[in-house]
């Protein structure tokens, strides 16, 4: 048995190298090129300057690959020589022909201009394992258009005006239009209504505008202090009025009492951006960031580093000639929000509302830092005696007097020298503060208001008994989502609502409520001042009067007009309800919506929608 599978392995050997050599004398199988099914097709619009796209048409089997050739018929001439009896004659005739395009072997083509007129057709190539088919070609198209003519742009005229604003501090203006695209002369004409004292050239189209001194000026905040009323102007200026016994108005002038805005010396267009008045003396920040103040002296509020008595222009706070974002001005101390957000404090310290963490002083001639409030701040308010600080993370801290409870701090009643947190106001529940006389309001951050301190004529505005709060309480009928602003004044408080209305609330003595009847009991709850329901952007509670901002820029102020702070020049008389104070009031008819048209000689018009403001 053993000897045979030898022999065996050499039979199945000599069987498998026959195989092989069958398999490899086997003629290969031969691939043949695509056979096409049908014919490419062209589409686009045939027209010089569109786009053609060819498709490859249907082939078997599916190719690898097709190229395109794109031909166009042509007219040539063909000769051809015929010999009749011995002589050759010469035949020319001209026949069509289909020819390639050179260059266009994409499957797309933009028929250029020399194609205009000729017919075309995609011609397609398949391949496939080496083999390629004959050419198979689309279709003839229609000939070729020509391009669409692009339209000449309509003649038009173009009318701009570089400035609509009336400017402060300049004489007579007049704004003239730029006009592009017109032929010669031009006519103009404006549709709807000129504001007061505005005049319209149809010659030119240039508006005229008299002289500043005849325009009066529109505020972008306002101030009510102790008997006095501050404004800062849209053109930067600060303007001041009522009682200026220690030169609070800061006109340097004879003391006397003013019954409109009067300038302020120094602060004119251009130089302030914010202004506080307390209770007799004022403060303002300029545009370079430093405070300057004036007024009454005699606990250092000045801020100049002596008690140099009254100031009856502005004179530069000691160490703040830069770097400041607002200044508040309480009853006998000030306090400045610095662009770092630290808080300092100058100014009568009696009850501790420098708050400088020392032993409580007298006086602070320069500000000095405020204990723990070197960053962070937001804003700050100073009230009677006590301060209060709204930080960036929406927070409420108070230090100073604390005999009814307007620090907040939940009843110690004891004056303190440091920055203590409101108990209900910490970390993000509030968006603003506003410290009084002796109490205190801020906003939440759900829009609702809540007030606490002294109650004696309602201020606190919950309704109750005029006991003092030692802790925040709401305010009734201002709940959440109703309130944006509120300011606390020496015994009242007032709102601005959601709506741009103002509520009030608190002591009525001198009407200071604006609720259009006569002096009367203390309000403790909000009632509606007359004629603000709406259109109103900042509110300010003074002394016994009240001052408001509306969203054209107009101060309107009511109740106690002793010294002229409601600002109706010359009455001297309490006014029940709100009065326009005279020179800070929009210029009849402005701001005005106006089109303006210019027609050239050949009739062309063109036209600008401009809106025409005042300073």
Request: glycine share 14%; aromatic share 6%.
């Amino acid at each position: 048995m053993s000897s045979s599978r030898p022999l065996r392995r050499m039979v199945l050997s000599t069987a498998a190298a026959i195989c092989a050599l069958a398999i490899s004398a086997a003629p290969a199988l031969s691939v043949k090129a695509p056979t096409p099914v049908k014919a490419p097709l062209v589409s686009g619009v045939v027209q010089v300057g569109s786009i053609l796209t060819a498709s490859p048409g249907t082939w078997r089997p599916k190719p690898a690959s097709v190229s395109y050739r794109w031909e166009a018929e042509r007219t040539v001439t063909v000769t051809t020589k015929t010999t009749v009896k011995g002589k050759v004659r010469v035949i020319r005739k001209a026949v069509l022909r289909w020819q390639a395009i050179p260059g266009a072997s994409a499957s797309t083509l933009t028929p250029v201009a020399s194609l205009q007129g000729l017919r075309l057709r995609a011609c397609a190539q398949a391949a496939k394992g080496g083999q390629r088919s004959d050419w198979r070609c689309s279709a003839a198209s229609g000939p070729v258009a020509a391009p669409t003519p692009t339209p000449s742009p309509p003649a038009s005229v173009a009318i701009s005006y570089a400035e609509t604003v009336f400017a402060v501090g300049m004489d007579a203006q007049r704004f003239l239009p730029t006009i592009t695209g017109a032929q010669g002369t031009q006519t103009f004409s404006v549709q709807g209504t000129l504001p007061e004292g505005v005049t319209f050239s149809e010659a030119t189209g240039a508006f005229f505008g008299p002289a500043f001194s005849d325009w009066t000026v529109r505020a972008t905040q306002v101030s009510a202090g102790g008997a006095h009323t501050c404004a800062l102007t849209t053109g930067g200026a600060v303007k001041c009025w009522g009682d200026d016994n220690w030169g609070q108005i800061g006109d340097a002038g004879s003391n006397a009492r003013q019954s409109s805005p009067a300038d302020v010396v120094g602060l004119g267009n251009g130089t302030a951006t914010q202004v506080s008045a307390g209770s007799s003396h004022t403060c303002a920040v300029t545009t370079q960031g430093a405070v300057k103040c004036w007024g009454d002296d005699d606990f250092g509020q000045i801020g100049n580093g002596a008690t140099t008595g009254n100031q009856t222009s502005p004179v530069p706070v000691e160490g703040l000639s830069s770097g400041v974002a607002q200044v508040s001005a309480g009853n006998y101390h000030t306090c400045a929000l610095t662009t770092q957000g630290a808080v300092k404090c100058w100014g009568y310290d009696g009850s501790g509302q420098i708050g400088n963490g020392a032993t409580i002083t007298t006086t602070q001639t320069s500000p000095v830092p405020v204990d723990g409030l070197s960053s962070g701040v937001a804003q700050v308010s100073a009230g009677g005696n006590h301060t209060c600080a709204l930080t960036t993370q929406g927070a409420v801290k108070c230090w100073g007097a604390n005999y009814d409870g307007q620090i907040g701090d939940g009843g110690a009643n004891v004056d303190q020298t440091s920055p203590l947190p409101v108990p209900g106001l910490g970390n993000g529940t509030a968006t603003q503060v506003s410290a009084g006389s002796g109490h205190t309001c801020a906003v939440t951050t759900q829009g609702a208001v809540k007030c606490w301190g002294n109650d004696d004529y309602g201020q606190i505005g919950n309704g109750g008994s005029n006991a003092a709060r030692p802790s925040p309480e709401p305010v009734q009928a201002l709940g959440n989502g109703t309130v944006t602003q509120v300011s606390a004044g020496s015994l009242h408080t007032c709102a601005l609502t959601t709506q741009g209305a103002v509520k009030c609330w608190g002591d009525d003595r001198y009407s200071q409520i604006g609720d259009g009847g006569v002096a009367g009991q203390p309000r403790t709850t909000p009632v509606a001042v007359v004629g603000l329901t709406d259109g109103v952007a900042q509110v300010s509670a003074g002394g016994l009067h009240t001052c408001a901002l509306t969203t054209q820029g107009a101060v309107k102020c009511w109740g106690s007009d002793s010294s002229g702070q409601i600002g109706d020049v010359g009455s001297y008389t309490d006014q029940h309800s709100p009065v326009q104070v005279r020179g800070l009031q929009p210029q009849a008819g402005f701001p005005a919506a106006l089109r303006v048209v210019v027609t050239d000689s050949r009739g062309v018009a063109g036209s600008v929608d401009i809106i025409l403001g005042t300073f």
